[in-house]
């Protein structure tokens, strides 16, 4: 039971490139969430899905897109990236809705955006 | 709306001292309050959380946190720190907003440091 894993750990940008962000969840949770960690803010949500095929638009979605097409996968994409976007990116999934179910966080991906 | 302010971006103890991580909140309903950890280069996890019933919540690694609603604070405490509990703290509430999303709001973080 791997729980939630992120792909990849590391990653290094020009501004203008593009790139995916994968995040896997082997606990067949309904509900999995994007978010960005920068110093001093603490995290904040990017997108989330509330379930196989749909997504939602969080506090900073500009510049991100994400897809949900495999319940237990959730794709973050940067079309074309600025530095801005430099920061650690956190996946995170939860079994249900409710405002007391613990969500369980990947490791994270470090992106730096030259 | 629900917000979350840590007082302290960095905490340093002694190694035996007592840790307290300082968290208030603003939340129109009674609010779901939840403290996470970070280790270096980890993701978070869960160290406790209070959601109804008694007011004080313990943890895993001997944490503990109470929740005062007179205060609106859920501060964290652990009577001796150890070296192992240097990590990064959050704190969180549960944003009951008519989308029902199950979101967290996160407040900016504490690090605790850890002396020998």
């Known amino acids: 039971n791997a729980g939630v894993t992120q792909t990849p750990k590391f990653r290094v940008l020009k501004t203008g490139q593009s790139m995916t962000l994968l995040c896997a969840q082997d606990m067949n949770h309904e509900y999995m969430y994007w978010y960005r960690q920068d110093p001093g803010m603490g995290l904040r949500l990017i997108h989330y899905?509330?379930?196989?095929?749909?997504?939602a638009k969080g506090e900073v979605p500009d510049g991100y897109n994400v897809s949900r097409l495999k319940k237990q996968n959730f794709l973050l994409g940067l079309e074309s990236a600025a530095p801005s976007q430099t920061s650690v990116y956190f996946c995170?999934?939860?079994?249900?809705?409710?405002?007391?179910?613990?969500?369980?966080f990947g490791p994270g991906t470090r992106l730096l955006v030259l | 709306a629900q917000s979350v302010t840590q007082l302290g971006s960095h905490v340093s103890v002694s190694e035996g001292a007592l840790v307290l991580l300082r968290c208030n909140y603003s939340s129109s309903v009674p609010p779901y309050l939840f403290w996470y950890v970070q280790y270096p280069n980890q993701g978070l996890q869960l160290l406790l959380k209070?959601?109804?019933?008694?007011?004080l919540v313990k943890g895993i690694n001997g944490f503990e946190a109470e929740f005062k609603k007179s205060e609106t604070s859920f501060h964290l405490t652990k009577p001796s720190a150890h070296m192992s509990d240097a990590a990064e703290y959050f704190c969180a509430v549960s944003d009951q907003g008519s989308s029902n999303t199950g979101k967290l709001i996160f407040g900016q973080g504490t690090t605790l440091q850890v002396k020998p």
């Open positions: 209070y959601t109804t019933g008694a007011t």
């Open positions: 899905s509330v379930g196989e095929g749909t997504t």
């Open positions: 995170a999934s939860s079994y249900s809705n409710a405002a007391v179910e613990t969500q369980y």
